[in-house]
């Protein structure tokens, strides 16, 4: 998903070429929403929003190098126009109504008054139906802390991976209301990001987490570079760069189908990790997070983790690093609720401080055999798994069968994962685990005490 203009009402998308944009990414079969606005004093003035979906326009399903005179949009709040409406651009730098905010594309939406385009939201397939490899989520998350007395007014980083990015998300938890000024690297491996915080600005001693989460063709790797505060002083507006880092995690793919364990699926690592000025770790200069995804056909117990620093960067040391491992993604909030100091949220813990330099890198080989619930080369069962205890209360009989039918029509189980639903094991719950739970139910002597 990739968004284009701003969720700014007050100011229209300024793309002079947009209505051709959104026509071509329409004719390559991907999703377009588009957010319009009223200018003032339209219905609310500049103050309501609203969301369609782009269906079409007058032309055929070539590539066009114009922009198309009309829209057609699917929208469920207009009921006088059938399933799909068409309406007239306005001329880009000529609104024909009364009421405008200046060039952008406004359409006839609603006659006294035509609304504009702010946004525009891409939602495109990121496989090629020619291509093998699966995609993979990553995400790096920097909190850093803006250390000069005076208000910080903009922030500023340079972020990347080492292979081409097919969709990037960044966001800071500072504030909701500004939009970031993205530049995209050419090839698309990176992204440089400005944030203008003057309407919020930075006061001394504030932390402000960084989060960028990338879609990449099978690879996990993020660095951060070039991050700092900048200010409105004209005698010291750009503040002092934080420590740039890149890390990769790499999972060892399975060769040999026949060591594929029943159920194997595949989950994410995720890490953390601080970094500091000293090597005694007092001087805390900014705090990580990350979150690794490996397919189905790569080790889930062995993932190898190098740290490294980016040219330049003045030496610092990493403690806290850890590790562990989820079979789901950890949103923002979720990720950085891990507990640092409970062992229950981590397998691999590192003692640190650890230099980290240009020169010196940090590697750590994370190997877990027997601690995931679905451990390649073997049918180990996680500790508290019954296979066929539907309602998990701590047996298999027939009480547990309202509750199987549950999650088999309805996805309600009784575990975080359904795992005690996936009889057969094969890693989800469907109409092949049937067979199964019945013959457990009738080939035994019930109640089945759960291991």
């Not at 969709?167 to 690297?185: C, F, G, M, R």
């Not at 640092?340 to 397998?347: E, K, S, V």
């Not at 009989?397 to 309600?412: E, K, P, R, T």
Request: include cysteine.
């Amino acid at each position: 998903m990739t968004a284009y203009g701003s969720r700014d009402m007050s100011a229209p998308w300024d793309d002079p070429n947009g209505p051709r944009f959104i026509a071509n990414e329409l004719r390559q079969s991907h999703y377009v929403g588009i957010t319009i606005a009223w200018p003032a004093p339209g219905p609310g003035g500049a103050g309501v929003r609203h969301v369609v979906t782009a269906w079409g326009d007058e032309g055929d399903s070539n590539q066009t190098d114009v922009n198309p005179a009309t829209l057609t949009i699917t929208d469920s709040d207009r009921d006088d126009g059938g399933d799909v409406q068409t309406y007239t651009y306005d001329a880009y730098d000529d609104p024909s109504h009364m009421f405008d905010e200046g060039p952008g594309w406004y359409f006839d939406y609603t006659p006294a008054v035509h609304p504009y385009i702010i946004q525009v939201v891409i939602l495109s397939p990121t496989d090629e139906s020619s291509e093998r490899d699966a995609t993979q989520t990553v995400v790096g998350s920097y909190e850093i802390y803006q250390d000069d007395p005076q208000n910080a007014t903009g922030l500023h980083y340079d972020v990347g991976t080492d292979t081409e990015i097919l969709s990037y998300k960044t966001v800071i938890d500072w504030t909701d209301q500004v939009d970031p000024t993205i530049v995209e690297h050419d090839p698309r491996k990176g992204l440089t990001v400005d944030w203008d915080l003057s309407s919020a600005p930075v006061p001394l001693g504030t932390s402000v987490k960084i989060t960028t989460t990338f879609v990449l063709d099978r690879y996990n790797a993020i660095w951060y570079d070039d991050v700092r505060f900048s200010y409105d002083d004209p005698n010291d507006p750009i503040g002092i760069p934080k420590p740039g880092h890149h890390w990769i995690i790499d999972t060892p793919f399975l060769t040999d189908p026949s060591t594929w364990t029943p159920g194997q699926r595949g989950g994410y690592v995720y890490g953390a990790y601080d970094l500091y000025s000293d090597p005694n770790g007092t001087n805390l200069l900014g705090r990580c997070r990350l979150q690794h995804e490996y397919d189905f056909d790569q080790d889930p117990t062995v993932h190898h983790f190098t740290l490294s620093a980016p040219p330049g960067t003045p030496t610092v040391y990493v403690d806290g690093l850890r590790f562990g491992h989820s079979y789901s993604l950890l949103y923002d909030d979720a990720l950085w609720a891990l507990d640092p100091n409970d062992p229950n949220d981590w397998l691999t813990q590192v003692p640190g401080p650890i230099e980290l330099s240009e020169s010196t890198p940090i590697d750590v080989v994370l190997s877990w055999p027997q601690l995931l619930a679905y451990p390649c080369g073997s049918n180990y069962i996680e500790p508290g798994v019954c296979p066929g205890d539907a309602n998990c209360d701590g047996s298999i009989d027939f009480g547990d069968i309202n509750a199987f039918v549950d999650a088999l029509l309805s996805g309600m189980y009784c575990d975080e994962l359904g795992i005690n639903a996936d009889v057969n094991q094969n890693g989800w719950v469907g109409f092949d685990d049937i067979n199964p739970f019945v013959e457990l139910l009738t080939t035994q002597p019930i109640p089945i005490a759960c291991p």
